[in-house]
């Protein structure tokens, strides 16, 4: 009999739904939030009222699309954690309810294991021990992915995520939220090598994005008394300088977790996965490298429920079902 999934997203700003079959994504339905661009940043509280507001008509679609009825589902699958708490019980919540209704089995998905098990819903998917960097809003860690549930964190950031260097970056720049987006297509006819800003040095895999924004911010204040026009006349050399400081932070902890590791198999995953200019530079890397290197497909680099239901259909496979009892974590190791 087939093994049909309800996934569901609801971490940060994202409503989402999405179906699978067999390992096979039927449909994936994401509600992006907007409310929260005139904030310049997520408001926890909107957050969650946005997802109380959507999450039935995503779902509802999400059904639709994949032309499935509820009766017809194997088991929910859902975001537990890490994220907003008050955006995690929502989904957590509706899960339940819907598991409890139909009577199916409940499956405690995290956010951060289902980025990297995005490069399982379509060919081509990475061989096992491969290295994943995964780069997100809230994340930035260096995975040893050992098998689809055994994977061991081997660097993170100390401070900020490489997301939120890029958005509280493009702030500085005046830009919307989120900034990461903007900054890559800015970056794209912008002179990378125009502008220098200094580069934390931290031992091992680990990283350090917190000192780069101050570094930016200071320079742009003394370049803003000379000529209050500055940032508008450069926001090109500015967004490429920028993206280009973050991009070799990024990949040069990669490049030396790789070697050390003996490990050929790259995989990058998370939202500044999207971003052009790190799938360049690590492209470039492996020509170096002899790497075989995995992208995400676009629409599953930022938040989706499709890289949760394929997390489910993992822990469907492994049986690993959780209690209705089950809380949502807003802080959620990721094993
Ligand atoms: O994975 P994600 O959707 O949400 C979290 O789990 O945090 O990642 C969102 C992050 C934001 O910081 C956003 O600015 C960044 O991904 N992002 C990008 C690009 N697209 C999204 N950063 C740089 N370049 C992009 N093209
Ligand atoms: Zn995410």
């Keep these: 009999m087939s093994v049909i999934i309800l996934a569901i997203e609801s971490s940060c700003d994202e409503t989402s739904a999405a179906i699978i079959k067999d390992g096979v994504v039927l449909s994936n339905v994401i509600a992006t939030q907007d409310v929260h661009k005139e904030f310049g940043g997520v408001v926890p509280e909107l957050a969650s ?12 679609k999400a059904l639709k699309d994949a032309d499935t009825k509820k009766e017809e589902l194997s088991a929910i699958a859902f975001t537990r954690g890490p994220g907003l708490l008050g955006a995690l019980i929502v989904g957590t919540s509706f899960a339940k309810a819907l598991a409890l209704g139909l009577e199916i089995p ?46 061991k964190v081997i660097g993170e950031t100390r401070d900020d995520a490489a997301g939120e260097a890029f958005d ?10 989120p900034g990461g987006p903007l900054i890559d297509k800015y970056a794209k006819i912008g002179d990378s090598s125009r502008f220098k800003f200094s580069k934390s040095k931290v031992p091992g895999y680990d990283y350090s994005f917190s000192g780069i924004k101050t570094s930016i911010l200071y320079f742009l204040r003394q370049e803003i008394k000379k000529d209050a026009g500055f940032i508008k006349d450069n926001i090109a050399d500015l967004s490429a300088s920028i993206q280009k400081t973050i991009i070799e932070m990024l990949i040069e902890k990669l490049e030396l977790a790789a070697n050390e590791n003996n490990l050929s198999d790259i995989a990058i995953a998370g939202g500044v996965s999207a971003n052009s200019g790190l799938r360049d530079a690590i492209t470039d890397m492996a020509k170096n490298n002899n790497w075989q290197t995995y992208f995400p ?31 949502p974590l807003a802080r959620m190791p990721l094993i």
């Design 297 to 327: 497909a676009l629409e599953y680099c930022t938040d989706n429920a499709a890289m949760i239901a394929i997390a489910g259909h993992y822990k469907y496979a492994a049986k690993e079902f959780v209690g209705l009892d089950i809380a």
């Design 49 to 60: 009222r946005a997802h109380q507001q959507n999450i039935v008509p995503v779902i509802d």
């Design 168 to 177: 509280k970056s493009a702030k500085l720049l005046g830009l919307d939220y």
């Design 106 to 151: 409940l499956i405690e998905v995290n956010h951060m294991q289902a980025h990297i098990l995005s490069h399982f819903i379509e060919e081509p998917k990475p061989k096992f021990p491969f290295l994943c960097l995964t780069v997100s809003g809230g994340h930035t860690q260096i995975v040893l992915v050992k098998d689809f549930l055994d994977m």
